[in-house]
């Protein structure tokens, strides 16, 4: 499927991909969240949504991200998101996090709408951040530049605590990913 759309260009990243899963299944949590965080952000360049496909805003499947080699902050979050579900970390320790990044640090007024990954070691833990930005893999707490709006997985949408508020219906770019990586093979 990945050739047949991308040609033999993408194989190689995606045979590591497989290999980084496959190892992965093994590893303590750290090190899924650390190895994951490290092999997306040092492999794929970061382009906007009308560079890589054309459209104004697209989330793209683990496959598409990795045949294009390239994506925006969502498709970094998502494709981490599915690679440690791959790896056995369940559903309810990950959650996608829509936030307003402050550009130019925790002091500045200007913001930008960003994506991340959250992984919560218990569910009113506070959570880790695997973030494109920067590779380290911080506490909430130590995110002063990120200020939360909601956050996400397949089960619903969070909008404070750790049960969910509001059912992925109202999520439709999710919604439709979800089809898509389900037809490439990933469970929901």
Known sequence: MLTKRFGEGPLKSFQEWQVLINAGKNWSESDKLKRTNEFFNRRLTFADDMTV????????????????????????AIVKYYTLKEMGITEDKLRLIYVKAR????DSTVTQAHMVLAFYQAPDAEPLILDNLITDIR??????DLQPVFSFNATGVFTGGSQATASIDRLSRWKDLLLRAQDEGFSP
């Open 103 to 106: 550009i130019g640090g925790a």
């Open 53 to 76: 496909w054309k459209q104004q805003d697209y989330w793209a499947t683990p496959m598409e991200t990795i045949g294009m080699n390239a994506g925006d902050c969502e498709d970094f």
């Open 139 to 144: 506490p909430a707490s130590r995110r002063s």
